[in-house]
């Protein structure tokens, strides 16, 4: 099978010749490499053990578009395949059980519109399409006996007419008025979601699909809103994770369902929560272990902490039964479990301080072992049918490749970016400890400039990461290391509320925010002045997201800081009350204003209400159509420190998101970050 692979995929795909060979003498990094660098993402085995099929991202600035391709990289790592070649994208590779196929997810044109499933044929051929279903597919995944793909669709919008069947609108006949849009109607109690917009519709759907007859049977009705599905062992049934209920819609509640895989089946609940998430983020699926006895997910802690809660493993009896938390000593968050091969253990990642590894459990319980040490960053993994894996794996200096773990040694298997980052001086990264003035051990990385001077005082920019329920940690950043490229140290603090420290350095934050995190981040500040790294004089901030937010907060409470930029924040929180996407958040960890009073949201909206007191240069920015923190956070704050006199600038990204997806905005606003801190620090020019 795989020699006539091999021959199949020569036929059209196209080797490339990875140069290793390190240029002397190296540059620095500059802007325009951001968009030189690869995204490599989504590692499947094949069934027999010999190939590696995965996605790289690219991006074509003429185009000002990004792409994804599919690709093959044999197990011993010699032969590097671009399987597909469109300018449309293609994701999320499998390799059919039975090894016949290689199927991806593409919106490239074909029989029918939309995202479909298409095949490759291993022993030769071009890409079929599959499937020609009119709702928004978002997953699949083929049954063991290869006969049926199980999907993951939403019903489209009828109030969209570019979505009622999935193609735009005839135009007009000229001279004649274009059609007016329907009325959007809203009925739900969370009704807005970042991308996908004003929410409508039901949620999304279990879905049969034959692949020999091209029919598609629903598995799952309206009642259910489905999630995260995985076939049992011999393929009788699925599991999958569900909302439920009259008023499930206003609870962040899933539940594990099973159901028999044939149309009209009743699903069983097999889990019972008041208020607890179940959580279908990070891998988070619920898998069966190979008798089909069991199934392993991840398990929250509250509703009310669902902003901040820590995963942890659970194992519960198909059959029924309470469920059992593993590993429940490790006070850290995990993701991604699986069943080992044998049945007797589960795999899973661990979040570790600034690290993130795969670890091991028994089914019975006990000890974690960890499978690899070192300051790293496995972020997902595939496991071959003999047990072998296949990682994600970055540290400070390279960007996440492909690799083989073996006996805890990392075999790299993709060299997509080694020839380009091999013409760079980065920066070196470290970790620090403080105390915060409360007596709170912080950690933290910083990373100073190519050629560092000992002695030598920097400007120094405290970058601030998102979430807040994420970590920095050591991973390949490039903002960090253009940063430290144009003479900044860049400082990088998990603040209370970041992940890797345990639950209660997560909690900490709930209903208190721009407090303990401010503290936070004023003593790394502090540790690297007293250090002698950090010019006093030449400090900068900023962030994106929540780190938008804390920078607000900390300009507020601050008045060091000579230059920030605040992206996608706000320091209004009650002006966003039924705005943005976070009214079940709202609602439980702060409560409804009328009924408990102003204080905790005149606590919470400090920034804004004290916007008197800042005098730091402040560069806000957003995407327009962003619904995660709406553009009207830093509106508002632009407008206010407009009023004071104090040198601000908005900028909007139209057509953009919580996330600025288009490449020559994702390069503006580097280029502004840049500009603004070499105004207002005098860090030297810009190249």
């Not at 994770?241 to 895989?261: K, P």
């Not at 809660?309 to 198909?318: I, K, S, Y």
């Not at 400007?459 to 920095?472: E, T």
Request: include cysteine; charge should be neutral; aromatic fraction near 10%.
């Amino acid at each position: 099978m795989a020699s006539r692979a091999t021959l199949r995929f020569t036929a059209f795909a196209s080797f490339t010749a990875l140069a290793l060979a390190q240029p002397s003498p190296q540059g620095l990094l500059k802007i325009d490499d951001m968009h030189r660098l690869p995204d490599v993402r989504d590692a499947q085995i094949s069934p027999e053990g010999k190939w590696v099929a995965y996605t790289v991202g690219t991006v074509d600035t003429a185009a000002d578009k990004s792409d994804t391709d599919i690709w093959m990289t044999s197990w011993d790592g010699a032969q590097h395949l671009r399987i597909t070649t469109s300018t449309e994208n293609e994701s999320a590779p499998r390799f059919s059980p039975d090894g016949r196929y290689l199927s991806f997810l593409s919106s490239r044109p074909g029989k029918s519109k939309g995202n479909q499933v298409w095949l490759l044929d291993r022993s030769g051929g071009e890409a079929q399409q599959l499937t020609g279903v009119k709702g928004r597919l978002s997953s699949y995944e083929w049954s063991p006996d290869s006969r049926k793909l199980l999907l993951v669709m939403a019903d489209r919008d009828p109030n969209d007419p570019a979505d009622s069947d999935g193609d735009r609108p005839a135009p007009a006949t000229p001279g004649t008025p274009a059609k007016a849009p329907k009325p959007i109607v809203i009925d739900r109690y969370k009704f807005k979601q970042d991308v996908q917009g004003y929410l409508t519709q039901a949620g999304a759907r279990l879905y049969l699909f034959d692949v020999a007859a091209k029919t598609t049977v629903p598995l799952t009705d309206a009642s259910l809103e489905a999630a995260s599905p995985s076939w049992s062992p011999d393929g009788r049934y699925v599991a999958f994770l569900a909302r439920s209920g009259e008023d499930a819609e206003r609870y962040n509640t899933l539940n594990v369902f099973v159901v028999e895989a044939c149309s009209g089946a009743t699903p069983r609940q097999v889990t019972n929560y008041d208020g607890v998430k179940s959580s279908a983020s990070r891998g988070g699926r619920p898998e069966w272990s190979p008798d089909g006895a069991k199934l392993v997910f991840l398990q929250t802690t509250g509703a009310k902490q669902a902003a901040y809660n820590m995963n942890r493993l659970a194992v519960v009896p198909v059959a029924g039964g309470e469920p059992r938390i593993l590993a429940g000593k490790l006070d850290r968050g995990v993701s991604a479990p699986r069943f080992s091969r044998d049945g007797s253990s589960i795999l899973f990642l661990v979040a570790d301080d600034r690290s993130e590894y795969p670890a091991r459990v028994p089914v019975a319980d006990g000890g974690v072992t960890r499978l690899i040490r070192g300051p790293l960053v496995i972020s997902a993994f595939d496991q071959g049918r003999d047990g072998r894996l296949a990682v994600l794996a970055a540290n400070d200096t390279k960007p996440p490749e492909i690799h083989a773990l073996e006996n805890s040694e990392l075999r790299a298997l993709t060299h997509h970016n080694d020839a380009t980052l091999a013409e760079f001086r980065l920066g070196t990264t470290e970790e620090f400890t403080c105390l915060s003035k409360d007596g709170t051990e912080v950690h933290g990385l910083m990373v100073k400039p190519p050629g560092y001077t000992p002695g030598k005082k920097y400007p120094a920019l405290l970058r601030i990461h998102g979430g807040p329920n994420g970590q920095d940690q050591h991973a390949f950043n490039f903002e960090r290391q253009l940063f430290a490229a144009h003479g900044y140290v860049v400082v990088a603090v998990n603040y209370r509320g970041s992940s890797g420290r345990g639950e209660r350095y997560q909690v900490a934050i709930s209903a208190d925010w721009g407090n303990k995190e401010v503290i936070d981040l004023q003593a790394a500040m502090d540790h690297v002045v007293a250090i002698g790294l950090a010019d006093p004089n030449r400090l900068g901030i900023g962030g994106w997201s929540y780190g938008g937010i804390l920078t607000d907060a900390m300009i507020a409470k601050d008045q060091r800081f000579k230059a920030a930029t605040s992206g996608a924040g706000t320091a209004f929180p009650l002006a966003l009350y039924g705005v943005d996407q976070y009214i079940m958040q709202y609602d439980v960890e702060i409560g409804p204003p009328w009924k408990v009073g102003l204080d905790p949201w005149n606590r919470i909206s400090y920034a804004f209400l004290h916007a008197d007191q800042i005098k730091t240069p402040t560069l806000f920015l957003g995407g327009e159509k962003d619904f995660n923190v709406p553009l009207v956070g830093g509106e508002q704050m632009y407008q206010a420190l407009r009023s004071l006199g104090v040198p601000t600038q908005l900028v909007v990204y139209p057509g953009q998101f919580h996330g600025i997806t288009r490449p020559s905005y994702q390069k503006d606003r580097m280029e502004r970050y840049l500009a603004w801190y070499a105004k207002y620090l005098k860090a030297g020019n810009v190249p």
